[in-house]
C-alpha cells in the first residue's frame, strides 16, 4: 500500500465529510445534494476518462479502469466549496441573480483547481494522454507546471456539472 | 457536401415544424448548441470529424455541422417527450429524454464511423477495445459514454433555456423587423 496516496485518500474523505457536516447545519436536502453532485461530476468523470490517466491510488479507490470515485470525491469537494463561498460568504445577505451566481462559481472553481491540479502533476497522481497533449500549445500557468489550457477546461466542465446539479436539485 | 446539406435540411426543418408548435423552439436551439460546442470542445482530443468541406469547419476540427446534428438529435427528443410525456414528472421526462437521445446517437455515431467523417484517437480506441460488449456487439463503454455526456447535456439546456431570455428576445425583434420590412 502506497502511504503518500493513502494520506490523500484519507485527507480528501476527512475534507468530504466535514463539507457535508457543514452543509447539513443549513441544507435540509445535503445528502440528496451531495449524491446528485457526485453523479454528475461521476458523469463527467466516465466523459473525460480518456483524456487523463488518475496513477497511484490504492486499487479500492478506483471503480474502474482509471476511474477513482476518490478522485470524484475531490471534485465534488471543490464544487461545493465554491458554493459556500459564494453563497454563504461572498453573497450572504444579499440577493443575486442566478446567472452572477454561476459565472463566479467558475471563476471560484477554477482558482481552487489551479494549484491542486499542479500538486496532482507534481507529485504523479496524474498525468495526461498523449491525443491530449497533442493538443496543448506548451504553455504553463505561471510558478506551476499546469498547461494553459486548464484555465478553459475547468470553466467549461464547470458549465456543465453545474447546471446538471443546480437543474436535478430543482426537480427532485 | 451532400452530408452538410442533408444535416443542414434536417436541422432547418424540424427546427421550422417545431417552432410553429412551440415559439421557444429557436432559444432552446441555441441554448442546446452551446452546450454542444461547450462538450465538443472540451473533447475535441479524443476525435477527429474528417472529410467534411472546409466551410463547415470552426476551429480545428470542431464541425458546426456535426454541432447542429447533435442539436437536432436532442431537440427533437426533447419534443418527442414532451408531445407524448406531458403529465410525467421533470425527473421521468429528463431521464426518457436523455434514453431516447442515447438510441438516436448511437445510430447518428454509427453513421459518422461508416461514412468516415469520424475517427476515434488512439486513446479512445484502446479504452473501446478493453471494454467488454454489450450483447456481444456494443463496447460497455460507449455504452455508458454516450449518456453520460447526453444527460449533461440535457441538464445544461434545462437550466440554461429559462434563463436566456435575450434570445426570445432577439427572435422577436427579427420577427418584428421582418413584418416591417413586408408591410413596406
Known amino acids: 500500500m502506497n502511504i503518500t496516496s493513502l494520506t490523500l485518500e484519507i485527507l480528501i474523505i476527512i475534507v468530504t465529510i466535514g463539507i457535508y457536516s457543514y452543509l447539513k447545519n443549513y441544507e435540509k436536502k445535503a445528502k440528496q445534494k451531495f449524491i446528485i453532485l457526485f453523479i454528475a461530476v ?5 466523459m473525460s476518462e480518456p483524456m487523463w490517466i488518475n496513477h497511484l491510488f490504492n486499487s479500492w479507490a478506483y471503480l474502474y479502469g482509471n476511474v477513482s470515485w476518490i478522485v470524484t470525491l475531490g471534485w465534488v469537494d471543490i464544487f461545493f466549496v465554491s458554493f459556500i463561498i459564494v453563497d454563504k460568504l461572498i453573497f450572504k445577505n444579499k440577493k443575486l441573480s442566478e446567472k452572477i451566481k454561476f459565472w463566479l462559481y467558475l471563476l471560484i472553481v477554477t482558482i481552487i483547481t489551479v494549484p491542486l491540479e499542479a500538486m496532482l502533476l507534481k507529485y504523479g497522481f496524474r498525468s495526461y494522454s498523449s491525443a491530449l497533449t497533442d493538443t496543448f500549445s506548451g504553455l504553463l500557468i505561471p510558478f506551476t507546471g499546469v498547461p494553459i489550457e486548464l484555465l478553459i477546461a475547468v470553466p467549461m466542465i464547470a458549465a456543465l456539472i453545474i447546471p446538471f446539479y443546480k437543474y436535478v436539485n430543482s426537480i427532485e | 457536401m451532400i452530408f452538410e446539406i442533408i444535416v443542414i435540411l ?24 452551446i452546450g454542444v460546442l461547450l462538450f465538443e470542445y472540451f473533447t475535441q482530443a479524443l476525435w477527429f470529424n474528417k472529410n467534411l468541406e472546409s466551410w ?11 454541432t447542429i446534428g447533435w442539436a437536432t438529435i436532442v431537440l427533437v427528443s426533447m419534443a418527442i417527450i414532451e408531445y407524448y410525456q406531458k403529465k410525467s414528472s421533470e425527473l421521468k421526462k429528463f431521464i426518457l ?80 423587423i421582418t413584418k416591417r420590412g413586408k408591410k413596406r
Not at chain 2, 10 to 28: P, V
Open chain 1, 42 to 46: 461521476f458523469l463527467f468523470e466516465i
Open chain 2, 10 to 33: 434536417i436541422a432547418l426543418l424540424f427546427i421550422i415544424f417545431l417552432q410553429i408548435k412551440d415559439k421557444h423552439t429557436i432559444k432552446k436551439f441555441v441554448v442546446i448548441v
Open chain 2, 56 to 66: 463547415s469547419y470552426l476551429y480545428l476540427d470542431v464541425s458546426w455541422i456535426l
Open chain 2, 97 to 176: 429524454t436523455g434514453l431516447v437521445v442515447s438510441i438516436i446517437a448511437f445510430f447518428a455515431e454509427w453513421v459518422v464511423l461508416a461514412l468516415d467523417i469520424r475517427e476515434y484517437s488512439a486513446p479512445v480506441l484502446k479504452l473501446i477495445q478493453e471494454s467488454p460488449l454489450l450483447f456481444g456487439i456494443l463496447p460497455l463503454r460507449e455504452a455508458i459514454y454516450v449518456p453520460a455526456f447526453v444527460f449533461l447535456i440535457i441538464a445544461f439546456v434545462k437550466y440554461w433555456e429559462p434563463r436566456m431570455e435575450i434570445i426570445d428576445n432577439l427572435v422577436n425583434d427579427v420577427k418584428k
